[in-house]
T-cell receptor, first 111, second 113 residues
Framework: EDQVTQSPEALRLQEGESSSLNCSYT??????LFWYRQDPGKGPEFLFT???AGEEKEKERLKATLTKKESFLHITAPKPEDSATYLC????????????FGTGTRLQVTL | KAGVTQTPRYLIKTRGQQVTLSCSPI?????VSWYQQTPGQGLQFLFE???????NKGNFPGRFSGRQFSNSRSEMNVSTLELGDSALYLC????????????FGPGTRLTVL
């Protein structure tokens, strides 16, 4: 069975204090690993898709990386508007659209 | 381009009733998936529809069903509601390829009393 574990559950950073979120996964034949951001009461907002080990993608203060067992979401010099829950999900080969999600990391960035 | 839209945004029902939720995908997207999000279980896959056919199904009881119309719009139905069905129901659409990115709507918040 596909599994996704995210750590830490919650993270509090000061503005400008860089850090990384971890997503460990076990899946039979990774088709894709997805990062989403979710604000309270809203649907997940797409951030990145990674397909193979060694791949990296960047967007503003965020950078996602992928190995064969885990993915990291690096946040550089975060701002208060980066506060949200960050969700990691995997899609296994042969499962059409089914995404298996982790429980998320709740990030709070303070001034 | 307009995003995924879901209606209604909020619903309150009582146990035993049934409910129908609606999802309009991004224009041109042919695949629609449904997810249930609860504080205890997180996001869980319900089912996916593509070309009006259910292509994949998660581990939910038969009380949860769905359908897709020729314009790719989708509906999800829950019959005989239970208290545990209270959740945020999310719809996601994608073009059609297996590895295409899924884009989520704002969700329907269902409360069962």
């Amino acid at each position: 069975e596909d599994q996704v574990t995210q750590s830490p559950e919650a993270l509090r950073l000061q503005e400008g204090e860089s850090s990384s979120l971890n997503c460990s996964y076990t899946v039979s034949g990774l088709r894709g690993l997805f990062w989403y951001r979710q604000d309270p009461g809203k649907g997940p907002e797409f951030l990145f898709t990674l397909y193979s080990a060694g791949e990296e993608k960047e967007k503003e203060r965020l950078k996602a990386t992928l190995t064969k067992k885990e993915s990291f979401l690096h946040i550089t010099a975060p701002k208060p508007e980066d506060s949200a829950t960050y969700l990691c999900a995997v899609q296994a080969g042969g499962t059409a659209s089914k995404l298996t999600f982790g429980t998320g990391t709740r990030l709070q960035v303070t001034l | 381009k307009a995003g995924v839209t879901q209606t209604p945004r909020y619903l309150i029902k009582t146990r035993g009733q049934q409910v129908t939720l609606s999802c309009s995908p991004i224009s041109g997207h042919r695949s629609v998936s449904w997810y249930q999000q609860t504080p205890g279980q997180g996001l869980q896959f319900l089912f996916e529809y593509f070309s009006e056919t259910q292509r994949n199904k998660g581990n939910f009881p038969g009380r949860f069903s769905g359908r897709q119309f020729s314009n790719s719009r989708s509906e999800m139905n829950v019959s005989t509601l239970e208290l545990g069905d209270s959740a945020l129901y999310l719809c996601a659409s994608k073009l059609q390829g297996a590895a295409d990115t899924q884009y989520f709507g704002p969700g329907t918040r269902l409360t069962v009393l």
